[in-house]
């Protein structure tokens, strides 16, 4: 059966890795290029690269940078930030990315998930929706969590996934930064109204949290992480072995 | 020297960059001239098996890797393009394929248990069903390789080389003689996959 899968986010800023990277052993710790590479061999199962650059020079260096991340890396590769219209799903594709991650330009523009699914297919198109609880109700959050759109996120997400988005990346606004684990039961809520694979992101504090994540929500595909991996708080590998001891299909 | 052959569907991108990964010069090229010079094929493939099997033929490219394959050249399909070295295909339809190997490509929807979500996305373990398969020289049972589809081979006989489990069994790899396919892709699965591709490489015939 499918493994679980564990991928680690880089933010990406005018082509620097940023959100505080402490590695030892990499000799400039916040190159895409060198963190990619380390994550690829270290067991990772898949790559998030977010471009959270503001201008179009950033922008441009991002592209040639996933480039050469997507020519050293051979794993799956999903890129996000900035993703607008179809030409920005072509330009990343064409960089050797392998999905297409999107989320304020699906707010802007609800066409943009079915015409991207048309064109390049359901797998290809991911959702990513920033979500956080307004007087006990589920509501989707724009430009990266700052603005309450006032949808309610399952229904948005249902839709999406209706409209072609092959997997769901589901941020809890409310866990991220906390540390105190995943938001099981917003995930519970998003992965029993659809049918596509669903990412858990936002609040994973230690190698537990992915333990009782997967043994929770079976139905969760996998955990997505930035910080604790970047500081190698949780090592890939010893995570690993922990959801194998603790029977969660993994891969090696 | 490897050729990758072009035919206008899917990106040719990962392909190319793990070839060069694992030292070895591959090109890509829609020109049978130009692929006819390789010592390997690889036909590549991604989206719908009607689509692209329009456009091989369109190209002229569809009775090139017949001839090519039938000559003895080593030939490996990946993904669509293994799929498309079968009889048939029912992807939304009937298709021909290139039929250089017995069996037909079927939909998985209705065929998996319900709470299994289709495509089948991910990373899945290879059993293997020919312990002597050139290509799995550099890996072992159970290593995982990704996996992208929602349709797949059935009916493939014994060139059946490994299977994947996912509600039911899937054909994940065939070889027969000179032609090799893998439903996975080997340039997304890590190492395991880098290892395949090296297999290819020096299969000796």
Known sequence: MITKRIIPCLDVKDGRVVKGVNFQGLSDVSSPIELGKYYSECGADELVFYDITASAEGRALFTDILKEVASTIFIPLTVGGGINTLEDFDRVLKCG?????????????????????????????????????????????????????????????????????????????DTDGVKGGFDLPMLEAVSNAVNVPVIASGGAGCAEDFVKLFKALPKVDAGLAASIFHFGEVKIADLKQLLKENEINVRF | MIGIIDYGVGNLFSLRSSFKAIGEEAFVSGDPKELSKADRLILPGVGAFGDAAAKLKESGLDQFVIEQAKAGKPL????????????????????????????????????????????????????????????????????????VHSFYAEGVGDSLAASTEYGKTLTAAVAKGNVFGCQFHPEKSGKVGLAILKAFCEVKL
């Open chain 2, 76 to 147: 490996m399909g990946i993904c669509l393009g293994m799929q498309m070295l079968f009889e048939k295909s029912y992807e939304y339809g009937e298709h021909e394929g290139l039929g250089l190997l017995p069996g037909a490509v079927v939909g998985m929807e209705g065929k998996l248990p319900a709470e299994l979500k289709i495509p089948h996305i991910g990373w899945n373990a290879l059993k293997f069903h020919q312990a002597d398969c050139p290509l799995f020289e550099g890996i072992q049972e159970g290593d995982h390789v990704y996996f």
């Open chain 1, 97 to 173: 990315a392998d999905k297409v991650s999107v989320n304020s330009g699906a707010i802007r523009n609800p066409a943009l998930i079915k015409e991207a699914a048309q064109k390049y297919g359901d797998q290809c198109v991911v959702l990513s929706a920033d979500v956080k609880r307004v007087d006990g109700v589920f509501r989707v959050f724009a430009k990266g969590g700052r603005e309450n759109t006032g949808m309610e996120a399952i229904e948005w997400i249902k839709r999406c996934v209706a409209d072609g988005a092959g997997e769901v990346v589901l941020n809890s606004i």
